[in-house]
């Protein structure tokens, strides 16, 4: 499958409804790119604006890329590989051009009730399409603006948790984890 992740830092909502753009963090970089690596996502870019924010990341993924670090934690540093850092997502979207000649389909996550296209619905397209790119978005803070999910050519489902007093706010590395599980793991293995 042709699908690509991007975790979008900007423009995100804060929990006042605002529109920010949220710190990266050390955890989101290496627990999404193992995810993303344990489910064939061919590409993971991590988005933000802000220089410092940036370089702030390449410190972490150079790090892991050292040779002592490489030699405790391989897997790590192989997973790393396949994250690209970007300042907007219009710059993830032409690189999966550039790689793939076509423009990828956008799809949105969401812990909104908005989303209207099932798991298995989107399966269903990513293998009809098979030369199709696909980049899942995935918002961090209070979730994407209004503005990125009307650019989307879907909304997945929310994940429903147990729905005791109606709480639903997942980390987006967990939230990374059970979607593409959802979407790429092997069915005999549920």
Same mark, same amino acid.
């Given at each position: ?8 830092h ?17 955890f ?17 870019f ?10 702030f990341?390449?410190r ?9 670090s ?12 396949r ?22 389909s =956008? ?17 269903g397209?990513m293998?009809a399409q ?6 899942? =978005? ?10 990125? =999910? ?5 909304? =997945?489902?929310p994940?429903?948790?147990a ?28």
């Open positions: 499958m042709n699908l690509y992740l991007a975790l979008l900007y423009p995100v909502y804060n929990k006042n409804g605002e529109v920010v753009t949220t710190a990266i963090t050390g989101d970089l290496h627990d999404i790119a193992r995810s993303a690596m344990t489910f064939g996502v061919k590409k993971y991590v988005v933000n604006p802000v220089a410092a924010q940036l370089k990341a390449e972490i993924v150079a790090a892991w890329a050292e040779a002592e490489f030699v405790q934690n391989w897997t790590r540093a192989k997973a790393l590989a994250l690209s850092l970007q300042k907007d997502l219009d710059n993830v979207i032409l690189e999966i051009e550039n790689e793939t000649g076509k423009l990828p =956008l799809v949105a996550t969401s812990a909104r009730p908005k989303g209207a296209l099932s798991y298995a619905a989107f399966r397209k293998a098979e030369g199709q790119p696909w980049l899942l =978005l995935f918002g961090t803070g209070w979730g994407m603006t209004d503005e990125i =999910l009307q650019r989307c050519d879907y909304v =997945l489902e994940i429903a948790g729905d005791q007093d109606n709480y639903n706010h997942l980390s987006v590395r967990s939230a990374v984890a059970i979607i593409l599980d959802r979407l790429m793991g092997r069915p005999d293995a549920n």
